[in-house]
């Protein structure tokens, strides 16, 4: 059996600041917990993010975004805790159903234990097209670390499912 229970549960606050007309403030902290059934790679981190927007347009807008975070493992022998650190900046072009960001950007990760930083240059693209009432295609690429990419795609998703209004079926 291949199959585990996992339990991750993400909470804090988010808060956005207007500095204007077309720029605000985007603050968000976050604690998450992470636990594996049958794995000893059960976890916590606290995340930490800032981002400055700016909108050309109601379709268009662009950021500067910075965070950190640091994530302890419940077996620090097995997993050696590690902090991140990151600077990005983000154009995102939206039309009726149809949504492209470009991100690049630059990360730090410094494991516990290990002699150096290491240094990565981030880029992303997403191209998101609304097919239907429920229905989405959505293209993705880019560079990451691995563990930096599997870790951000989980918090995306369970952040995103947190924050996504409820559908009714008919």
Do not use: W
């Amino acid at each position: 059996d291949n199959r585990e229970q996992m339990n991750y549960l993400s909470t804090g606050p988010q808060i956005t600041l207007p500095l204007g007309a077309r720029t605000r403030l985007e603050i968000s902290g976050r604690y998450t917990d992470t636990y594996l059934e049958d794995s000893i790679q059960d976890n916590n981190a606290a995340i930490g993010n800032l981002a400055l927007v700016r909108a050309f347009s109601e379709q268009t807008s662009m950021s500067l975004n910075a965070g950190v975070s640091r994530t302890e493992f419940d077996d620090p022998l097995s997993f050696p805790d590690y902090d991140t650190r990151q600077a990005s900046l983000q154009l995102q072009v939206n039309a009726p159903r149809t949504q492209l960001v470009l991100e690049g950007g630059y990360l730090e990760y410094e494991q516990d234990g290990a002699p150096d930083v290491s240094e990565y240059l981030l880029a992303r693209m997403e191209l998101t097209r609304k097919i239907g009432a429920r229905t989405q295609l959505r293209l993705v690429a880019g560079t990451a670390p691995a563990a930096s990419r599997m870790v951000r795609r989980l918090r995306h998703r369970v952040v995103s499912k947190l924050n996504c209004a409820p559908t009714h079926s008919a």
